[in-house]
């Protein structure tokens, strides 16, 4: 990430998504992340266990960002409930540029 200048990066295989048979989940895992990651004790720790949950494009905002204060992340992975493929994705910033329109 520092090499490419990203913040975040999606991780497939989180999770197998419930109803979706053997198709994985994805996640990402941001820098964020990487740094909590990085305390002492975690340093066997794997970038799919650092990955955050992810929502649908149907979801709203206020969902996403009570995901993101339970589980401590700045970054979700919006992924279609069709393909469960990665479509977008939404940050801290997006939803405070929402709230500041409103």
Do not use: F, N
Not at 26 to 38: E, Q
Not at 39 to 56: I, Q, Y
Request: cysteine-free.
């Amino acid at each position: 990430m520092a090499d490419k200048t990203i913040h975040a990066v999606v991780v497939p295989g989180v999770a197998h998504a419930p109803g979706r048979g053997d198709r994985p989940a994805w996640g990402i895992v941001s820098d964020v992340d990487l740094m909590r990651g990085l305390r002492p004790g975690l340093e066997r720790t794997t970038a799919v266990e650092l990955a955050a949950v992810s929502v649908l494009p149907t979801d709203t905002l206020e969902h996403a960002a009570q995901l993101m204060a339970e589980h401590d992340t700045a970054h979700l992975l919006v992924v279609s409930p069709d393909s469960g493929r990665p479509v977008g994705i939404v940050s801290t910033l997006d939803i405070a540029r929402v709230a500041a329109g409103a």
